[in-house]
């Protein structure tokens, strides 16, 4: 008679799919909320620099936050559980992407006076989808591959400050991505390069304003959890969602 191995246990954690649902949402909200409205803001304490006003686009309130919690899912759960949620995500973005075009190309019915303001807010150019995808996808695995290999190299010390750092890394990345590829030879160089700079900034300081609630929140999960998993042997690979 065969000898059969018993099945692998699989752990069951309370809060991980919340976290996938509210990481998610995050991302949906700043790509199909964010995009719709430039706002200003006035900076009388940067016209040293001849900075008296600030542009940006609204969605840089949602999208750090992405980056905060993938923090906390690589962090308690490990990178192979934080690339699952990130491919969930990509997959909701791609779809709302998609319905976007469609309803978007549908012919309005007569009466309904919208049309235009809908192409507005929804209709968002193949190329900025696909730079916002994009940058997305390769910030994100490189704000969680940070952040898990920092944790092996210093123990699990100095959470904090590797939260920083993955996030510096990360939205580096994402914005030197995105931006060249949504806007290159629409925008002037010098411009482009400005708005790169500072979106990257803007969204690092999120991450730093959102460091003590951050830590809270992951030091909770951890006791309510019983978890903190250091990736030893992780494989790291993103085109992957083995857990």
Same mark, same amino acid.
């Given at each position: 008679m065969?000898k @059969?191995?018993?099945?692998?246990?699989?752990r069951n954690y309370?809060? +991980?799919?919340? &976290?996938m649902?509210?990481?998610?949402?995050? +991302?949906?909200?700043?790509?199909? @909320?964010?995009?719709?409205?430039?706002?200003?803001i006035?900076?009388?304490?940067?016209?040293?620099?001849?900075? #008296?006003t600030?542009?940006?686009?609204a969605?840089?309130?949602?999208?750090?936050?992405?980056?905060?919690?993938?923090?906390?899912?690589?962090e308690v759960?490990? +990178?192979?559980?934080?690339?699952?949620?990130?491919?969930?995500?990509f997959?909701?973005?791609?779809?709302?992407?998609?319905?976007?075009? &469609?309803?978007?190309?549908?012919p309005p019915?007569?009466?309904?006076?919208?049309?235009?303001?809908?192409?507005?807010?929804?209709?968002?150019?193949?190329?900025?989808?696909m730079a916002?995808m994009i940058?997305y996808?390769?910030?994100?695995?490189?704000?969680?591959?940070v952040l898990?290999?920092m944790?092996?190299?210093?123990?699990?010390?100095?959470?904090?400050?590797?939260?920083? &750092?993955?996030? &510096?890394f990360?939205?580096?990345v994402? #914005?030197l991505?995105? +931006?060249?590829?949504?806007?290159?030879?629409?925008?002037?160089?010098?411009l482009?390069?400005?708005?790169?700079?500072?979106?990257?900034?803007?969204?690092?300081?999120v $991450?730093?304003?959102?460091?003590?609630?951050t830590?809270r929140?992951?030091?909770?999960?951890?006791k309510?959890?019983? $978890?903190?998993?250091?990736?030893?042997d992780?494989?790291?690979?993103?085109?992957?969602?083995?857990?």
């Amino acid at each position: 008679m065969s000898k @059969i191995d018993p099945p692998q246990m699989v752990r069951n954690y309370r809060f +991980y799919d919340l &976290v996938m649902v509210g990481f998610v949402a995050i +991302y949906l909200c700043s790509n199909l @909320i964010g995009p719709a409205k430039a706002a200003q803001i006035d900076t009388p304490w940067l016209a040293w620099a001849g900075i #008296s006003t600030f542009a940006f686009g609204a969605g840089v309130l949602f999208f750090p936050l992405s980056y905060v919690f993938g923090d906390v899912l690589t962090e308690v759960y490990g +990178y192979a559980r934080a690339r699952k949620v990130i491919w969930a995500g990509f997959g909701a973005m791609a779809f709302a992407a998609l319905m976007a075009t &469609v309803v978007v190309a549908l012919p309005p019915a007569p009466g309904w006076p919208n049309q235009a303001a809908y192409e507005t807010v929804f209709g968002q150019t193949p190329r900025i989808v696909m730079a916002s995808m994009i940058a997305y996808f390769c910030g994100e695995f490189v704000n969680s591959f940070v952040l898990a290999k920092m944790k092996l190299a210093d123990g699990g010390k100095r959470m904090g400050w590797r939260f920083v &750092v993955s996030t &510096v890394f990360g939205e580096g990345v994402d #914005s030197l991505l995105f +931006y060249p590829l949504a806007f290159y030879g629409i925008w002037g160089n010098d411009l482009l390069l400005k708005i790169v700079v500072a979106q990257w900034l803007l969204k690092v300081m999120v $991450e730093v304003v959102m460091l003590p609630a951050t830590v809270r929140i992951v030091r909770a999960l951890k006791k309510a959890e019983s $978890e903190d998993y250091f990736d030893r042997d992780t494989n790291f690979t993103p085109f992957s969602l083995k857990t």
